[in-house]
């Protein structure tokens, strides 16, 4: 029962940087595993980060994205640097309330926001 809530997003040129923010009320947010994904036009949603105990990255967004927690203000990040195109997307931010598991799986998250959209323009 809890409620996410996505902001940060916008149009960014290419080598430029962004910051997401999910924001979370209902519950704390320190009782889940969070991740962010993502979904290009006419693609599949993919994982891109996910936190709890530890942090977990796609391959591809390893050493320019950062996830990270704010217990006091109920939110997680995700801080990306040198974006290019191909990270065009829809990001969205999702919890699941298991500690177990593959965490980039979609089906394990229960709890879903609505999505921000990232333009990176080249």
């Known amino acids: 029962q809890v409620q996410l809530v996505e902001s940060g997003g916008g149009l960014v040129q290419a080598g430029g940087s962004l910051r997401l923010s999910c924001a979370a009320s209902?519950?704390?947010?320190?009782?889940?595993?969070v991740a962010w994904f993502r979904q290009a036009p006419g693609k599949e949603r993919r994982f891109v980060a996910a936190?709890?105990?530890?942090?977990h990255y796609t391959e591809s967004v390893k050493g320019r994205f950062t996830i990270s927690a704010d217990n006091a203000k109920n939110a997680v990040y995700l801080q990306m640097h040198s974006l290019n195109v191909e990270d065009t997307a829809v990001y969205y931010c999702?919890?699941?309330?298991?500690?177990?598991?593959?965490?980039?799986?979609?089906?394990?998250?229960?709890?879903w926001g609505q999505g921000t959209q990232v333009t990176v323009s080249s």
């Open positions: 999702a919890a699941t309330d298991y500690s177990y598991g593959n965490f980039s799986a979609s089906g394990r998250y229960a709890y």
């Open positions: 209902g519950r704390s947010l320190s009782d889940y595993s």
């Open positions: 936190i709890r105990w530890s942090t």
